[in-house]
């Protein structure tokens, strides 16, 4: 087993995860479809997809955290490698994110464009991850009988 | 499938902390804490390496007729 592979636990639980979160991804699809036969827009053609593959993707991940899947064993103590690679991702995130706002701020928001917030929103999420992954590993290496 | 009392006797004579025993059969704390609590039932392989770990046999670990008067 590798050091970041997921013992036999974690990986019955995130395939489990897995399989329910097609099947609802399928059975949503199939309801958006039924309802834009019914005349029921509820949102335009492109964003009712994704915010369905949103909720589908979503709804796996939050699972395989609480179910304590997203991180493996024996991931616990960085090398010297790994925090230099996670401090250079934390810096280039960090400057994203301030560039991108202060991008946003002299702007004024005014070019009607959603490049900044898209930006915005995949340094937050990398921050996001990066922060639970952090989390996951303090609590997987938690001493205690 | 009740909690597995033996198994955390085991690792207590031991003086092993879950996170130990954890590390040295190549899995997370959480899912020692399952086995011992009963929520998930290991495959043969993790059986045999926390017996092996833990000096123990399978039948003195994860046989449940002991525990229930059966042999």
Sequence with gaps: ?????????QLQKKHKAGNQAFILLAFLLLADMGLQNYGIHWLEYPLSNYVIFLVGVGSYLV???????????????????????LGAVLAILVALCVITAAWMGSSGKTSGGTGPAILMIFTAV???????????????????? | MGKNLRLKAARAAKD???KQ????????RQTII??????????????????LTLGKTLDQL?????????N
Excluded: K
């Design chain 2, 62 to 70: 994860f046989w449940e007729g002991a525990e229930h008067g059966e």
């Design chain 1, 63 to 85: 699972r395989i955290i609480w179910n304590g899947s997203y991180v493996g064993p024996g991931s616990g103590n960085l090398t010297a490698n790994g925090r230099s690679i």
């Design chain 2, 21 to 28: 025993l954890a590390d040295a059969v190549g899995v997370t």
């Design chain 2, 34 to 51: 399952a086995i011992e609590n009963g929520d998930y039932n290991p495959t043969i392989r993790l059986c045999i390496d926390i017996c």
């Design chain 1, 1 to 9: 087993m590798g050091r970041t592979n997921l013992d036999e636990r």
């Design chain 1, 126 to 145: 990398g921050l996001v991850i990066l922060g639970t992954v952090f989390w996951i590993r303090c609590r997987n290496n938690r001493e205690d009988a």
């Design chain 2, 16 to 18: 092993m902390s879950q």
